[in-house]
């Protein structure tokens, strides 16, 4: 029935996320159906699964937003698509995929218990990181044959459904580069893979004692505090 029907409780939170990124990665869209009282209150569960289901998107939904299918979508199926009990049923080891602006994001529901998931069909992406959905840090991943192989963080993060996005830029690193690239470009010197020759003195300055850090930063930054810094002085 499509209205409310009495205290009926509510599909499984973990179902109806398998058949929302299922219905994603196919280019489908997921209707999912609420029947409020009739004073418009809603069941518990009912309430619950909207709520869990906003929190989910919160970390994962920059790879369902606005995201497509990829041409090979994956192996496995999260939901049946037949609605009904079938909806409960699914493949533990399934991977699926979503394409947004050339960044590919891949869902796997099982947690490995030897903190490595394949990636099948992934190689040709060739990825510079792959990043968790709602973390910070890059994940050592290696080849095998067509597959990718991830090693996931030691700790068990997020529930039901869990995103990792294949990412063909290295951010920071790329930016680093480039503010490098403009600097030797700047001092009228050439790079050799150490310093502008601009730069680059005949004899070195010896290093202090405690100084090897700055040797290992890779970047300096001298900042000047003036009487023009401080906006009470005319």
Not at 90 to 100: E, F, G, H, N
């Amino acid at each position: 029935k499509w209205a409310y029907a009495g205290e009926r409780g509510a599909t499984p939170m973990n179902a109806i996320l398998r058949c929302f990124v299922e219905l994603v990665s196919r280019n489908g869209n997921l209707f999912l159906n609420i029947g409020p009282r009739p004073d418009g209150t809603l069941e518990k569960k009912q309430e619950n699964d909207l709520l869990e289901m906003g929190k989910w998107m919160s970390i994962n939904g920059e790879g369902i937003n606005g995201s497509m299918p990829r041409n090979t979508w994956g192996t496995g199926q999260l939901n049946s698509l037949a609605g009904g009990k079938d909806i409960i049923s699914y493949d533990s080891d399934a991977v699926l995929y979503t394409l947004k602006k050339g960044e590919v994001y891949a869902w796997f529901v099982t947690w490995p218990k030897d903190g490595k998931v394949k990636l099948p069909q992934a190689a040709t992406i060739n990825p510079k990181q792959i990043i968790p959905l709602g973390g910070k840090t890059k994940l050592k991943f290696t080849k095998n044959g067509k597959d990718l192989i991830v090693e996931l963080p030691a700790k068990v993060f997020g529930k039901y459904v869990w995103g990792l996005k294949l990412s063909k830029s290295n951010d920071q690193q790329d930016e680093l580069a480039a503010v490098a690239a403009a600097a030797v470009a700047m001092s009228g010197g050439k790079e050799d893979g150490k310093l502008p020759t601009r730069y680059r003195q005949k004899s070195a300055l010896p290093f202090p004692k405690g100084g090897e850090w700055f040797k290992q930063a890779g970047l300096g930054l001298f900042i000047h505090w003036g009487p023009a810094s401080v906006p009470d002085i005319e």
